[in-house]
Nanobody, 123 residues
Framework: QVQLVESGGGLVQAGGSLRLSCAASGRTVLSYDMGWFRQAPGKEREFVATIRWSSTYYADSVKGRFTISRDNAKNTVYLQMNSLKPEDTAVYYC??????????????????WGQGTQVTVSS
C-alpha cells in the first residue's frame, strides 16, 4: 500500500514556474513507476509525465517545459513546471504504478493516486 500526498500548487502568472511535490509513504517510490496527470474543468484526465528509475517520458504538450524527478532519500517525486501557460491550469495528480517494462502513460496502469493539487495559470 502506498499513500501519496501532493503539494506545491497555486496561482502563478503565465511564464512563471511552480514545483509540485509528491510525498510517498508506506512503500518506497523506488518500487514503483511514478507519474503525474492533470485534469482541467470539463476535460478528461490526461497524462503529463512519468519516471521509471531515472528514465523519463513526457506528454508533447509539456516537453521542454516540465521536468519530473525523484529523490529516493526523501521518498518524493517532483514536477518542475516552467514557462507555464494558461492551458496548464488543472488539478495535478501524482500516481504510483507497478512497472510493466515500458512507460506507464494511461491512468488505469497506476494503482495509487494522491488527492490532487490545484495549479492555476493566469494570462
Amino acid at each position: 500500500q502506498v499513500q501519496l500526498v501532493e503539494s506545491g500548487g497555486g496561482l502563478v502568472q503565465a511564464g512563471g514556474s511552480l514545483r509540485l511535490s509528491c510525498a510517498a509513504s508506506g512503500r518506497t517510490v523506488l518500487s514503483y513507476d511514478m507519474g503525474w496527470f492533470r485534469q482541467a474543468p470539463g476535460k478528461e484526465r490526461e497524462f503529463v509525465a512519468t519516471i521509471r528509475w531515472s528514465s523519463t517520458y513526457y506528454a508533447d504538450s509539456v516537453k521542454g517545459r516540465f521536468t519530473i524527478s525523484r529523490d529516493n532519500a526523501k521518498n518524493t517525486v517532483y514536477l518542475q513546471m516552467n514557462s507555464l501557460k494558461p492551458e496548464d491550469t488543472a488539478v495535478y495528480y501524482c500516481a504510483a504504478g507497478r512497472s510493466g517494462g515500458y512507460y506507464l502513460r494511461s491512468g488505469h496502469e497506476y494503482d495509487y493516486w494522491g488527492q490532487g493539487t490545484q495549479v492555476t495559470v493566469s494570462s
